[in-house]
């Protein structure tokens, strides 16, 4: 399966037409194409989010909180942010965000939550 049909079956659960404006979503890292076997769902793109999914051979990580939120200066390994970005694209993990539209949907996380 590509990630767009990924994206596609997932955008049929949880449009992006229900994200707030301003909100960063969609995919942040890697590209349509891309061949998804596995996919893992998490919070927060973290150093051990990274080491979990390359560990496990993950292809695309969705994720509530977006690891590029604010425009990014440069690409220094030497800053573990950037070492996030650098490890995805190395591995060829892709990024899909889904923020306010996984709140704000029915069955999703504020129903959940309440």
Known sequence: ML??????AYEAFCPQEFSMEGDSRGLQ???????IQR??????IREETVAEAIEKGVD???VKHAP???P???LLASRPQNQIYID???HDIAV??????IDIVENGLNDWFC
């Open 68 to 70: 590029i939120f604010r």
């Open 96 to 101: 899909y965000v889904s923020h306010t539209n």
């Open 72 to 74: 990014i200066k440069d």
């Open 39 to 44: 996919v893992m769902v998490a919070l927060d």
């Open 60 to 62: 695309l990580i969705i």
């Open 3 to 8: 990630a767009s049909e990924v994206i596609q």
């Open 29 to 35: 890292i890697g590209t349509l194409d891309k061949g």
């Open 88 to 90: 995805l694209i190395k």
